[in-house]
């Protein structure tokens, strides 16, 4: 038995080392005899599947699926909102990102999202335990469930110091993750995941150094530390399968915030094997909290803290996450 929606699929043929693209053949036709009413598109270039996305969901698409890895998806998910105007849901005062109106306006508010996990890490699919291959997904898509989460939004300085926001549905971080997304998006990721995101993870380590920062949780908690990491996270992996917010719910109304202090070198290289396996979380120098609303600034301004959003590094702190619940229909 199954739900017929109308399916427009987008696919990065370059994710996942170009498999999506060598193995589309297969993935089409499986496709096809399962979902009667189908279209897709490939992207062609950073930000292209939002555009897709909008555009089918304007025409009259009820699902809109993306293949490929987190960074497509990512994409996909902000394409089911109207752009944000970044001045109006956010402002840049006194060194901080402030949040004004953050709500979000859905193109279509009963359309669903579908995910063929195909990239590098992989992350957002562990959340939802999608860890079949592709005939196993497209069971999924054609099935009768779906499950309504949250999703964040991220108001943030990009590298030319310009206001921007956008959305996200896993994981979005500050601090050594911004480095080794930078090192992993411009590198050879035929190696797999996990693989891709540890030389990534080694060659940020060579040249970080922890940067002092301060966080408002909720306007009601302030933290000022030398961080190593700072992860909001609305799903609970990433860095290719690190298990970094266990417990985080993609459907609570909150984030679970994650704060790697001042580690030093020796105590990177002791606690990286645990952040696998959740035991990260018993390091002194880790918290963990829960706030629908995080605001972090470097405290010298000459530093720069890079971000991660969902694989992608699109700029640097100050910013504010704020979670929206329930935003999106996910197939599950």
């Given at each position: 038995?199954?739900?017929?929606?109308?399916t427009?699929?987008?696919?990065?043929?370059?994710?996942?080392?170009g498999?999506?693209?060598?193995?589309?053949?297969?993935?089409?036709?499986?496709?096809?005899?399962?979902?009667?009413?189908?279209?897709f598109?490939?992207?062609?270039?950073?930000?292209?599947?939002?555009?897709?996305?909008?555009e089918?969901?304007?025409?009259?698409?009820?699902?809109?699926?993306?293949?490929?890895?987190?960074?497509?998806?990512?994409?996909?998910v902000?394409?089911f909102?109207?752009?944000?105007?970044?001045?109006?849901?956010?402002?840049?005062?006194?060194?901080?990102?402030?949040?004004?109106?953050?709500?979000?306006?859905?193109?279509?508010?009963?359309?669903?999202?579908?995910?063929?996990?195909?990239?590098?890490?992989?992350?957002?699919?562990?959340?939802?335990?999608?860890?079949?291959?592709?005939?196993?997904?497209?069971?999924?898509?054609?099935?009768?469930?779906?499950?309504?989460?949250?999703?964040?939004?991220?108001?943030?300085?990009?590298?030319?110091?310009?206001?921007?926001?956008?959305?996200?549905?896993?994981?979005?971080?500050?601090?050594?993750?911004?480095?080794?997304?930078?090192?992993?998006?411009?590198?050879?990721?035929?190696?797999?995941?996990?693989?891709?995101?540890?030389?990534?993870?080694?060659?940020?380590?060579?040249s970080?150094?922890?940067?002092?920062?301060?966080?408002?949780?909720?306007?009601?908690?302030e933290?000022?530390?030398?961080?190593?990491?700072?992860?909001?996270?609305?799903?609970?992996?990433?860095?290719?399968?690190?298990?970094?917010?266990?417990?985080?719910?993609?459907?609570?109304?909150?984030?679970?915030?994650?704060?790697?202090?001042?580690?030093?070198?020796?105590?990177?290289?002791?606690?990286?094997?645990?952040?696998?396996?959740?035991?990260?979380?018993?390091?002194?120098?880790?918290?963990?909290?829960?706030?629908?609303?995080?605001?972090?600034?470097?405290?010298?301004?000459?530093?720069?803290?890079?971000?991660?959003?969902?694989?992608?590094?699109?700029?640097?702190?100050?910013?504010?996450?704020?979670?929206?619940?329930?935003?999106?229909?996910?197939?599950?």
């Open positions: 038995m199954s739900v017929n929606y109308r427009f699929v987008i696919a990065n043929p370059t994710a996942g080392a498999s999506v693209g060598d193995d589309w053949q297969l993935i089409e036709r499986l496709l096809r005899a399962n979902l009667p009413e189908l279209d598109a490939f992207t062609e270039g950073p930000g292209h599947a939002t555009l897709l996305a909008r089918a969901l304007r025409n009259g698409w009820e699902m809109i699926v993306s293949v490929g890895g987190d960074g497509t998806l990512n994409e996909v902000n394409g909102f109207e752009l944000p105007e970044a001045a109006e849901h956010f402002e840049h005062r006194q060194g901080w990102i402030q949040c004004r109106d953050a709500k979000p306006q859905p193109i279509n508010p009963d359309a669903v999202l579908g995910l063929m996990p195909m990239g590098t890490g992989g992350d957002f699919r562990r959340s939802l335990g999608f860890m079949g291959g592709i005939a196993e997904t497209v069971e999924h898509l054609r099935g009768l469930h779906t499950r309504t989460v949250d999703v964040g939004q991220l108001g943030y300085l990009d590298h030319r110091n310009q206001l921007c926001a956008r959305y996200y549905i896993n994981i979005a971080s500050a601090g050594m993750s911004g480095l080794i997304d930078r090192y992993v998006n411009n590198s050879w990721k035929g190696w797999g995941g996990t693989t891709s995101f540890i030389l990534g993870t080694l060659r940020a380590f060579v970080w150094k922890n940067q002092d920062v301060e966080i408002r949780l909720d306007d009601t908690t933290i000022r530390d030398e961080i190593t990491n700072l992860v909001c996270a609305n799903g609970q992996y990433f860095g290719g399968g690190m298990w970094i917010a266990p417990g985080a719910e993609l459907d609570d109304g909150a984030l679970q915030v994650v704060i790697i202090g001042n580690l030093s070198k020796p105590e990177m290289v002791k606690i990286l094997p645990r952040f696998y396996g959740g035991r990260h979380l018993e390091a002194r120098k880790v918290s963990r909290h829960r706030a629908k609303q995080v605001s972090a600034r470097a405290t010298d301004k000459k530093d720069i803290v890079l971000l991660d959003v969902d694989g992608e590094q699109p700029g640097k702190l100050p910013a504010t996450w704020v979670v929206h619940p329930g935003a999106i229909r996910i197939k599950i």
